[in-house]
C-alpha cells in the first residue's frame, strides 16, 4: 500500500511517517518500480507500534531504540519499563511544580484582592515586585 494508504490505517500524517522514516526511528519502506513507498502489513504494524509509544509522549530516542530492538527481534521490554518509569517520574514533578505555581498565583491573587492599584507610581505591579526590607 501507498504512503497515504497506511498513513490512514494507522491513524498518522503523511508527513509524520516521512520524518519517522527520514530520522531513522522506523526503517524506509521498500519502494515500487516507479519509486513510490511500498507499506507491506509489517511496517503498518510497526507503524500502529511508534504511534502507541508517541501517544505515550515517549520522547523520540526512547522510540528509535525500541523499535530498532524490536525490529533487530529483540524484546524491547526492559527499554519499555525504563521509559515509561521515567516519564511517569518527570510527570510527577512536574505535577508537584504545578501545584507550587498554583499555590503562588492563589497567593499572589489573594494579595491583589488587598491592595489598592495606585497610579502613578514607580514600580509597575506591587505584587511582582521584590519585596524591599525598611
Keep these: 500500500m501507498q504512503i497515504g494508504e497506511a498513513a490512514r490505517s494507522v491513524g498518522l500524517e503523511t508527513s509524520a511517517i516521512?520524518?519517522?522514516?527520514?530520522?531513522?526511528?522506523?526503517?524506509?519502506?521498500q519502494r515500487t518500480a516507479a519509486g513510490y513507498r511500498d507499506y507491506q502489513e509489517d511496517d503498518v504494524e510497526l507503524l500502529q507500534f511508534v504511534r502507541r509509544l508517541r501517544s505515550l509522549e515517549l520522547p523520540l530516542d526512547d522510540v528509535r531504540e525500541i523499535v530498532s530492538l524490536r525490529t533487530d527481534g529483540h524484546a524491547p521490554c526492559t527499554q519499555v519499563r525504563n521509559a515509561l518509569t521515567r516519564e511517569a517520574t518527570t510527570i510527577d514533578q512536574r505535577i508537584r511544580d504545578l501545584h507550587h505555581l498554583r499555590d503562588e498565583l492563589t497567593r499572589l491573587q489573594a494579595a491583589a484582592d488587598q491592595?489598592?492599584?495606585?497610579?502613578?507610581?514607580?514600580?509597575?505591579?506591587?505584587?511582582?515586585?521584590?519585596?524591599?526590607?525598611?
Excluded: F, K
Excluded at 115 to 134: K, Q, Y
Design 115 to 134: 491592595i489598592r492599584d495606585d497610579w502613578p507610581t514607580s514600580c509597575v505591579c506591587h505584587l511582582l515586585e521584590p519585596a524591599t526590607s525598611s
Design 18 to 29: 516521512r520524518y519517522y522514516e527520514a530520522h531513522g526511528i522506523v526503517p524506509q519502506p
